[in-house]
């Protein structure tokens, strides 16, 4: 596994660093008796129902610093669930997460921006009444101290505040190349186009764990390979540590470091890219064999 | 990744309009142009009404429009703006009318703070229910407490005259002047506001609240900041449609129907535009009396007041709903097409 971490923002390096990966973590998922580095991300025992849907169970999750994990599993696995409890969307009925050497039992979602968590969904959540750039620029918005008047005036704090923003939106437009569209207004964007500018809008606070919900969905295979390298390059120039939801599974194979499987809200697996292959829990997941322990929450859940 | 297709290039050497040149051109028009040609009736009946719904358009088309929160108590707001500015002036000796109208505005701001608090949890429907409340709440309270008009019998005071520095501006063109120079002030401050930081997260807790929270932006703060500015400018709207429309203030001009009416011009004229309240404010003071002429000329003396007033709310009824479903961006979008066309045409 490569790691580049040249800024890792805001992060207690005290509390985070993170000194080269422990092999046998690596290979045996979580090992709750010596946890050889901290990690950055560290859920525990995570379950959520909705009424009489149990969207996730028990779910244990170690996200390294730097690493790049992938989360997988069938339609309606949870994963999507995941994400919105780690960005705070969804509080869990049970468990606790570790975040940054805090531990929460539930994330806010009006404070994961300023501890350095941002994220894409599933389906688009951009602003419609807004230009690309603008859209981008919202992500800095954990970093803006001015108030309306400064703002308004262009003086004080927010010429500053102004000025940084539109430079990291216009890094992030150079980035995903979205310079020929930066003034267009997002609702005129083909799919994909929206999609990328989603994901630079996550970009731009620079975040220390980036959150992606099948980014890629949608895209012709040349564009998902691109991507896969940007969100590379992000891993490695700025050291964010991505957690990727995705179906295909090539894109994942080659591009994350570790995988987790979800299946009826149950982690079933976890490793690295060779370990999922060969796991046979996987293979019988995707290729629909019932487990008996799957009988509890299946029917209704899978529906 | 594949790179973008380039925008068409066919426009990147015509001659481009500088964006601030029309409005400058109407600022310079208003002032310069109008006082000498508009009739004391133009300026009374059309051009002053027109002017403060226009500014009370633009604070409502900021919470509402920009913003996301539907209000139907435009009116009170007005309302507190108005009779804040007239105690102001009344107890306080020698304030300046500068001073009694930002007060004015500030006091409409703080109403419009506490009755923007069930924005925190309330949507939609529900907020615009709420924002009733407020409507009936300060209409109420003005009637109620004789203290508010300073214990006149009718309820109904006299504005006092309007002066600045010793210069007043007492006839019809005088007042026009002063309530033009307010609108503009407040009309630029809005345009910049929309624009800035403040501008855009009103836009993206109005488009998608959760996604802005999720990012970062102080949503509650947010929301609140809205309703402060926005009854800031419908409360100075007031002040203007009070002191310099009608030189009267009284609570029942204030009313649930003037607060719909403020409402239709910012759907009518277009939502999250500044200039849409302008186009929409023209239209609903112009169109009656456009309507009352058109009307006795074709139907002579059966078209009385009655009819008229009939009439009226029946077309623009009409033209909400076409508006709402053939144009909902309103006058400012078939403005843009229209000049977008008219551009076209002068294309190669
Ligand atoms: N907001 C919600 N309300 C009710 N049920 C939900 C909600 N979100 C997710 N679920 C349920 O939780 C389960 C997991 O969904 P989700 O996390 O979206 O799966 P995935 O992203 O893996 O497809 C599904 O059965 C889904 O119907
Ligand atoms: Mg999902």
């Known amino acids: 596994m490569t790691r580049h971490l040249t800024d890792v923002g805001s992060i207690d390096s005290s509390s985070t660093q993170a000194a080269g990966p422990d092999v046998a973590s690596l290979l045996q998922g979580y090992d709750p008796g010596k946890p050889a580095t901290e990690p950055i991300l560290h859920l525990s025992g995570i379950s959520l129902a909705f009424g009489g849907v149990t969207a996730l169970t028990g779910v244990d999750l170690r996200v390294e610093k730097g690493e790049i994990r992938a989360v997988i599993g069938p339609n309606g696995a949870g994963k999507s669930s995941l994400i919105n409890v780690i960005s705070g969307v969804y509080s869990p009925d049970k468990g606790t997460i570790g975040f940054a050497g805090q531990t929460y039992a539930a994330m806010r979602a009006n404070r994961v921006a300023h501890l350095g968590l941002a994220r894409t969904y599933q389906n688009l959540a951009l602003f419609k009444g807004l230009s690309v750039i603008e859209n981008i620029q919202t992500g800095f918005a954990p970093r803006v101290r001015s108030n309306f008047v400064e703002q308004t005036f262009a003086i004080g704090r927010a010429r500053a505040e102004e000025r940084s923003s539109r430079q990291a939106a216009e890094d992030a437009i150079a980035l995903l190349e979205l310079t020929a569209v930066r003034d267009r207004p997002v609702s005129t964007l083909a799919y994909g186009l929206q999609k990328r500018v989603e994901l630079a809008r996550a970009l731009v606070s620079r975040p220390v764990l980036l959150l992606l919900d099948e980014p890629m969905a949608g895209m012709p295979a040349g564009e998902k390979q691109e991507l896969a390298a940007y969100i590379r390059t992000a891993r490695d120039s700025l050291g964010t540590t991505v957690i990727l939801i995705e179906h295909d599974i090539g894109v994942v194979m080659g591009l994350s470091d570790r995988i987790a499987v979800l299946d009826y809200g149950h982690k079933i697996a976890d490793g690295t890219p060779q370990e999922i292959q060969a796991n046979q829990a996987v293979i019988d997941a995707y290729l629909g064999i019932a487990h008996p322990e799957d009988d509890a929450v299946a029917g209704e859940a899978r529906a | ?348």
């Open chain 2, 1 to 348: 990744m594949a790179n973008v297709a380039a925008p068409s290039t066919s426009n990147s050497f015509s001659w481009q309009v500088p964006a601030w040149l029309a409005p400058l051109a109407v600022v310079v028009a208003a002032f310069g142009v109008v006082p000498f040609v508009a009739s004391p009736y133009v300026i009374e009946a059309i051009l002053l009404p027109f002017l403060a719904l226009s500014l009370a358009a633009v604070g409502l088309n900021i919470l509402t429009g920009y913003a996301g929160q539907l209000s139907l108590g435009s009116a009170a707001f007005m309302a507190v703006g108005a009779f804040a500015a007239y105690n102001f002036n009344l107890r306080v000796d020698g304030l300046p009318l500068i001073v009694t109208i930002i007060l004015a505005g500030a006091t409409a701001a703080a109403i419009g703070i506490v009755f923007g608090l069930p924005s925190l949890r309330l949507k939609g429907f529900y907020l615009a229910v709420s924002t009733l409340a407020a409507q009936f709440f300060v209409q109420w309270a003005l009637t109620k407490f004789g203290w508010f008009s300073n214990n006149s019998p009718s309820g109904v005071i006299d504005a006092p005259p309007l002066a600045i520095a010793g210069v007043t501006f007492d006839g019809a063109v005088g007042r026009y002047l002063f309530a033009l120079s307010v609108v503009t002030v407040l009309t630029a401050f809005a345009y910049r506001l929309v624009r800035s930081q403040a501008g855009r997260n009103f836009i993206a807790v109005r488009d998608n609240e959760l996604a802005a929270r999720v990012l970062g932006v102080p949503v509650l703060r947010t929301k609140l900041l809205a309703f402060a500015i926005s009854s800031f400018i419908i409360g100075i709207a007031g002040v203007l449609w009070a002191f310099a429309y009608l030189r009267t203030v009284e609570p029942h001009g204030f009313n649930l129907d003037r607060s719909f009416q403020i409402l239709f011009i910012i759907i009518i004229g277009g939502l999250a535009t500044i200039r849409g309240a302008f186009f929409g404010a023209a239209l609903i003071v112009v169109f009656p009396l456009i309507l009352s002429r058109l009307g006795s000329a074709v139907f002579g003396t059966v078209f009385d007041s009655g009819v008229l007033d009939m009439s009226q709310r029946i077309v623009i009824g009409a033209l909400i709903i076409i508006f709402l479903i053939a144009e909902p961006d309103g006058l400012a979008a078939l403005w843009d097409r229209l000049i977008k066309r008219a551009h076209g045409r002068t294309e190669p």
